[in-house]
Every structure is written in C-alpha cells, then in structure tokens.
C-alpha cells in the first residue's frame, strides 16, 4: 500500500468521481483508476462501486477511509514538522473552534499570533465540539477549542481546560427582572440553536436538572440567526456573555443561584507530537 494510493483514494471518496479527483491530484485518470484497482487487488475487497457515472463507497472503502485521512495527515504533519526545525519562519496551523469562540475570543488571539509569526499559514474551521473532535482524530485539524464536557470519551484525546465562560439570558427587553434562575425560563420562549450546537446542550441539560420542559418559540438555528430571532422578538435565549456584548440591541439578563457557565477547553491528539506552530499557538492560550 503506496501513500499517492491512498492520496487518491481519499480523493475519489470525497469527490465522488474519477476524473475530479484525477484532475485534484494532478494525475491523468486512467493513471488514478489504475493505482486504484491495485490498492484493491492488494486489499483484496473492491473499494467503490461505479453505476452510470455515480461513484459510492463500499463498506470496505468506509472502513478504510479514516484510517487513510489519519496516515495522509500524519505524513503531512511530519513533513511540517521537519520543514520547521529551523524555527517559526514557516509552517501551518489547522485550529478549529465552535462558532461563538471564534467570533468572540479567538479573533485577537490570532492577530497577535499572526503578527509574531506571519511565516504561519493559518486555517481555520467553524464547527461544534462534536465534529472538531472527529476532525482532530481524523489529522485534519492540529488544535481545536471545544466545550466540555464531551459527549464520549475518547483515549486519544488530550484536553487542557482553559477557562469557564458565563452563559447569560438575552432578550428583546421582554425580560425586566435584574436576573433569573434557570427554573425562570419556563415563563419565556426559547429560540434554540441546531442539533449538535454546544450552546443547546448545556441550556437544555441545565432546564432537565430543574425539571422545567423548556417552550420553544423556534429552533433549529446558527448564532447569527439566533440573536437576529431574538433582536425580532421570537423569545430569548441562552448565550455567552461576550456575544451578547457586541449585540446592543439585545438586553442582557445575567443567570444568577447558582450562574449557567460552560467549561472551554484546547484539545489535540495525544498521540501526534505538535508542530512548532501549534505548539506556539498552545503556549499563546495556557500562558
């Protein structure tokens, strides 16, 4: 089993067709069908199936394909790591953040990273902890900050937490109280954000402690859309308090006996060695 096979493998897997992923790698696609069928005969399982130009993958080929996405961002990883031994002048960071510390934390973090070391390539991905997790164990991310607690535990995964982040209730100046408790957000309508967005997890886990059977007005919605409801008057909502700062419009109404907080944590592989550039980027957040 050859790495350029494995190259085009994942290539045709995410494609979903020959010619795109032999134009992707930059190699004729007779030449990438060809490397393909030898990675099957010497796995001895076909790898896609072909029907009339639809290309699907094979329970063999799901099988293989996080194995292939980790050894290609290993081998990639290496090849970083050796390039950077002669310090910060070059390199990649890939960090991955959930939406609302991307947008309230992270922005100056990487200013002042990009500043001390503008040789850095910097790449960026926008999800919940959830997928950060999967994309940290697939290689394709270095670092992410997620919120804790995971939902499963995986061995592989080193976390580091970083600090605790107070969760307040914002409105459209529906809510005249100074403060509520949890238990108080039965009275209101909540906009909700999407399945698999932190934020939904730890407000509805929080409502099932106190027993209160939340009333939702709308559901389903990314940060943006959550506040720009709320701003409309669809109901409230459970943030982080530096959204809310940078949203006038909204009225801000702390949690109080006890405060909603959620954990923020770095998290990276325990069993990849950092590069240099996320190793500076890691001393950046826990100095």
């Known amino acids: 089993m050859e790495v350029q096979q494995l190259r085009y493998f994942v290539a045709v897997a995410d494609l979903k067709h020959f010619t795109k992923a032999a134009e992707a790698t930059h190699v004729s696609q007779p030449a990438l069908s060809k490397q393909i069928a030898v990675l099957e005969r010497e796995l001895g399982s076909r790898l896609f199936n072909r029907a009339r130009g ?3 993958l094979t329970p063999s080929a799901e099988v293989l394909l996080p194995y292939a996405r980790r050894v290609l961002a ?3 990883t ?5 390039r950077e031994l002669g310090g910060l002048e070059r390199g990649r960071l890939r960090l991955g953040a959930t939406p609302t510390l991307l947008t309230g934390f992270l922005p100056a973090l990487l200013k002042g990273f990009h500043d001390a070391h503008a040789g850095i390539e910097l790449f960026v991905e926008e999800s919940g902890s959830r997928d950060l997790v999967h994309a940290l164990a697939d290689g ?3 670092l992410a900050l997620i919120i804790l607690p995971l939902h499963a535990h995986d061995p592989a995964l080193r976390t580091e937490k970083l600090f605790e982040e107070d969760l307040v209730v ?13 238990p108080d ?4 309508p909540l906009v909700m954000f999407r399945e698999g967005y932190d934020l939904r997890d730890v407000t509805l886990a929080a409502l099932r402690r ?6 939702l007005a709308i559901e389903g919605g990314e940060m943006d859309a959550v506040l720009r409801f709320v701003e409309a008057g669809l ?6 308090k530096m959204v809310a700062a940078s949203r006038p419009r909204l009225k801000v109404t702390p949690l109080s006996h006890p405060a909603l907080t959620r954990s923020v944590a770095l998290a990276r592989r325990r069993d990849v060695p950092l590069s240099a550039a996320a190793r500076a980027f890691r001393e950046l957040l826990v100095a």
């Open 54 to 56: 639809n290309v699907t």
């Open 74 to 76: 290993d081998i990639d």
């Open 78 to 82: 290496a090849r970083t790591e050796v």
């Open 140 to 142: 394709s991310l270095d």
């Open 170 to 182: 914002v409105s459209d100046g529906s809510i005249k109280a100074r403060s509520l408790r949890v």
């Open 185 to 188: 957000l039965e009275r209101y």
């Open 210 to 215: 106190v027993r209160v059977t939340p009333r």
């Open 235 to 240: 109901g409230v909502a459970v943030v982080p």
